[in-house]
């Protein structure tokens, strides 16, 4: 499944992300491999960002260029969350990713066995290493904004994308 749209400015993403932390939250915020291509500078954190903190975060969202991995912890009990062992979030940034050591060394492996949630920044650094998404955002400049491209890789992703769907029809 696939979905496209538009987004004219930084606040209509942040928008964006809203939704989908709500139609995250809808699906219990299951184990999923988001990943969000596109230049820099296309939007990706920002996107990042308005997703955790429609997941709650509080926490000051970095850019983890450095680290490649940033947890946050998800307050499942305010956010009513029941049946879930979501209790963190994972922001990844593959920018500067090179060495395929470094994989390990960041815990990557673990992280990406399909039971965290993780928001992944450049996956293309690292075709060979990343399994395959449950959703993947493109995201592409164009003079008036920015188009999303939305596509799901898996059930889990195509359920997400419906409940999205029907969060932009509430609208
Ligand atoms: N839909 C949009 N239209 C115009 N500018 C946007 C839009 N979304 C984000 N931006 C701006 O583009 C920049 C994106 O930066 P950032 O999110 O750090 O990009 P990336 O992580 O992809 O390198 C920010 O300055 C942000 O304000
Ligand atoms: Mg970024």
Redesign the pocket.
Same mark, same amino acid.
């Given at each position: 499944m696939t979905l496209s749209l538009h987004?004219? +400015?930084?606040h209509?993403?942040s928008v964006l992300g809203a939704k989908l932390a709500q139609a995250l939250l809808h699906l219990q915020l299951p184990g999923l491999l988001i990943t969000?291509r596109?230049?820099?500078?296309?939007?990706?954190?920002?996107?990042v960002r308005a997703i955790l903190r429609g997941l709650g975060v509080t926490d000051r969202i970095k +850019?983890p260029s450095y680290a490649l991995v940033e947890p946050y912890a998800i307050d499942r009990k305010s956010l009513q969350l029941k049946g879930t062992l979501q209790t963190h979030a994972y922001h990844i940034d593959l920018y500067r990713f090179s060495q395929p050591e470094e994989w390990d060394e960041a815990g990557l492996r673990e992280l990406l066995d399909g039971q965290s949630f993780c928001l992944v920044?450049w996956p293309e650094r690292a075709p060979a290493l990343l399994p395959r998404a449950d959703l993947e955002i493109a995201?592409i400049p164009v003079p008036s904004?920015?188009d999303v491209q939305l596509r799901s890789g898996s059930p889990a992703g195509a359920a997400l994308l419906n409940q999205l769907v029907l969060a932009q029809a509430r609208t």
């Open positions: 987004c004219d +400015s930084e209509d993403m969000l596109g230049d820099l500078g296309a939007g990706k954190t920002t996107l +850019s920044e995201l904004g920015r």
